[in-house]
């Protein structure tokens, strides 16, 4: 079986602190995703990797940006948060171009 | 603009029943989908995916798509409470994304 694994359940940080968010997955996909989901308005994709060190924006990458430096991990990085950045945030990896994606856990996250 | 477009809902469905839900979708260029189902507070989960013309069945589960109306839908039938969920359809374009719909919210009722 696949496994995402996202590095937190739930976690709460400040306005104005860099916050990470780390996804790991086992099973050598070339392609990973970072989405969040707020009530009423789906999933929206922040950031996709198809390859190591290559990305591409999404829908909605304002205040986000990624890393990823091995094929394995995927980075998310909030800049400098702020309170409209919480969300449930979503990672997800797929092995290639029409196939399915497979979810971590997802984290809730809390900027007070 | 692609969009994938479902029914919010809530569909609710009596125990036993089937439950129907549907996907339309607008690009022609989509190559497969996908049916996920959401539990409150939990992450999506793959339930069947499809790439070709007709049905595809899995337990009590059926994919069907039909390229050229456009369409895809989810059958599940002897639907169960635990079947009590949001369903996301998704389908797949050549840029590596995924195009999801809003999501469509079953309920069956006992």
């Known amino acids: 079986d696949v496994k995402v694994t996202q590095s937190s359940r739930y976690l709460v940080k400040r306005t104005g602190e860099k916050v990470f968010l780390e996804c790991v997955q086992d099973?050598?996909?070339?392609?990973m995703f970072w989405y969040r989901q707020d009530p009423g308005l789906g999933l929206r994709l922040i950031y996709f990797?198809?390859?190591?060190?290559?990305?591409e924006k999404g829908d909605i990458p304002e205040g986000y940006s990624v890393s990823r430096e091995k094929k394995e991990r995927f980075s998310l990085i909030l800049e400098s948060a702020s309170t409209n950045q919480t969300s449930m945030y979503l990672c997800?990896?797929?092995?290639?171009?029409?196939?399915?994606?497979?979810f971590g856990d997802g984290t809730r996250l809390s900027i007070l | 603009q692609k969009e994938v477009e479902q029914n919010s809902g809530p569909l609710s469905v009596p125990e036993g029943a089937i439950a129907s839900l549907n996907c339309t979708y607008s690009?022609?260029?989509?190559?497969?989908f996908f049916w996920y189902r959401q539990y409150s507070g939990k992450s999506p989960e793959l339930i069947m995916f499809?790439?070709s013309n007709g049905d595809k069945e899995d337990g009590r589960f059926t994919a069907q798509l039909n390229k050229a109306s456009q369409y895809v839908s989810l059958l599940i039938r002897d639907s169960q409470p635990s079947d009590s969920a949001t369903y996301l359809c998704?389908?797949?374009?050549?840029?590596?994304?995924?195009?999801w719909g809003a999501g469509t919210k079953l309920i069956i009722k006992p």
């Open positions: 499809i790439y």
């Open positions: 099973m050598d996909h070339e392609n």
């Open positions: 990797s198809y390859d190591v060190k290559m990305k």
């Open positions: 997800a990896s797929r092995p290639g171009a029409n196939q399915p994606q497979h």
């Open positions: 998704a389908g797949s374009y050549s840029n590596y994304q995924l195009i």
């Open positions: 690009d022609r260029g989509s190559q497969s």
